[in-house]
């Protein structure tokens, strides 16, 4: 039986990640392919506790606050544990996993805490750490959903119906977000992610065309 595939949905708040892995999975189970939809942190499960501390702000007010190997724990022992407890053997028995946010997740937002000198270290030790030596699976393709920032933020405001208070740590700090941004820009162009562009001339694109630029990507990677 060959293991499975591991389709990652990345993109800073705001970019409709969780939107674009729900149509992909329901893309691909409507073809009869054996898939499941993960979502990373996982807030059901006592795995992500200091995931929720940390974004309530309990170490520190603002991200910096957690260096950037600390917090990148947090968020990979999360993914261990769903990955033992839960998804794992769909995975080794040959199932599609469509990640939203995975190990890439900390690539874009711990990167965002070091100076860009630093990223490429920083960067090897985190796929070292997650995929060799906790034995995660690494993603088959990851794609970056690229959405300005300006459109990003003005989404993320509706989301919370104009309550700036709902906002996390991340959500609430803009000059984090923009160094997320950059980092996020590196990523996608070091580490070979597939960018799909979301907005246009200060609009975001409509779900659909976005969710079939989305399904080619991925079945690139099915084939």
Known sequence: MSRGKLIVLEGLDGSGKATQAKRLAAALAAEGRPVREITFPNYESDSSALVRMYLAGQFGEK????????????????????????????????????????TTSNAVHQCSKLPPEQWEEFLHWLFDYEFRLLGLPAPDRVIYLQVDPA????????????DETKKDVHEK??????????????????????????DVGGQMRSIEEIGEEVRQVALSALE
Request: charged share 25%.
């Open 151 to 162: 459109v990003s933020q003005k989404l993320m405001t509706q989301r919370y119906h104009g």
């Open 173 to 198: 700090d803009v000059e984090y977000l923009n160094r997320s941004r950059k980092a996020a820009e590196f990523c996608a162009a070091h580490l070979g992610w597939c960018s799909v562009r979301c």
């Open 63 to 102: 991200p910096d606050d957690v260096n950037a190997y600390a917090a990148s724990s947090f968020y990979a022992v999360d993914r261990y544990a769903g990955y033992k407890a839960d998804w794992g053997k769909f995975y080794e028995e040959g199932g599609i996993l469509i990640a939203d946010r995975y």
